[in-house]
């Protein structure tokens, strides 16, 4: 199977580190179709579908009609969701929906394209987890929907090994993504970006060239 073969399905890609692992699939001649709730700002480098990937029904009727339409060889499973709240605040349908969001729709998606994958012998998943999986104040939610996505990527990767398909997770700390940019100020980036090796947070090309090397991979 050639890279020009490949048709790779990204969640969350209308904006940062889902659309720029869009952008640099692309230019690898990758073919692209992606999924967010909101359509991005930008043109898109492949084919575009909004859908809320919280809502399980509409979800897997859109992931329905693309398993019949494409010939998947490739996911990353991007989009998330936060919910950021005290223990003591924390309330069960935030949790609910936050690992909707990053754990059942990274099962939806998965069970959308491992059956081509199958099917050719050849796959390649990449789930985007997070640093924040070992922990940090009000990420009680967050935090144990992305430990949950490195679980089942070792899973996934125990079973799927034999069909040719590969299961990996990145698990990225400070991004300069939009979503970060809405949640902390300025002066908090500024200051956390100051203490890496770098002096700066990470961006989302970064991680979608670390996202390349694995579906690329073989």
């Not at 991005?40 to 809320?52: A, Q």
């Not at 690992?99 to 729709?105: D, S």
């Not at 100020?185 to 991680?207: C, H, T, Y």
Request: hydrophobic share 45%.
């Amino acid at each position: 199977m050639t890279i020009q073969d490949n048709t790779v399905l990204i969640t969350g890609a209308s904006k940062g580190i889902g659309l720029a692992s869009a952008r640099v699939l692309s230019r690898r001649d990758f073919n692209i179709v992606g999924i967010a709730r909101a359509a991005p700002d930008s043109k898109f480098p492949g084919d575009f579908f909004n859908v809320d990937l919280s809502d399980r029904k509409s979800s897997k009727q859109l992931l329905d009609k693309l398993r019949q339409d494409y010939q998947f060889s490739g996911l990353v499973n991007n989009v998330g969701a936060l919910g950021a709240e005290l223990i003591e605040q924390v309330k069960l349908e935030t949790v609910d929906h936050v690992y909707q969001v990053n754990v059942g729709a990274a099962i939806l998606c998965a069970q959308c394209c491992i059956p081509s994958m199958r099917v050719n012998g050849w796959g390649r998943i990449v789930n985007i987890s997070s640093e924040l999986a070992l922990g940090l104040p009000k990420r009680t939610a967050y935090g144990g929907a992305k430990a949950a996505l490195i679980s089942m990527t070792r899973t996934w990767a125990l079973e799927l090994a034999r069909n040719g398909i590969t299961v990996n997770a990145i698990a990225p700390g400070w991004i300069d993504t939009p979503g970060e940019r809405l949640t902390f100020s300025d002066e908090v980036i500024a200051e956390e970006g100051s203490k890496l090796p770098w002096g700066r947070l990470g961006m989302p090309s970064e991680i979608g060239t670390a996202a390349v090397f694995l579906v690329c991979r073989d």
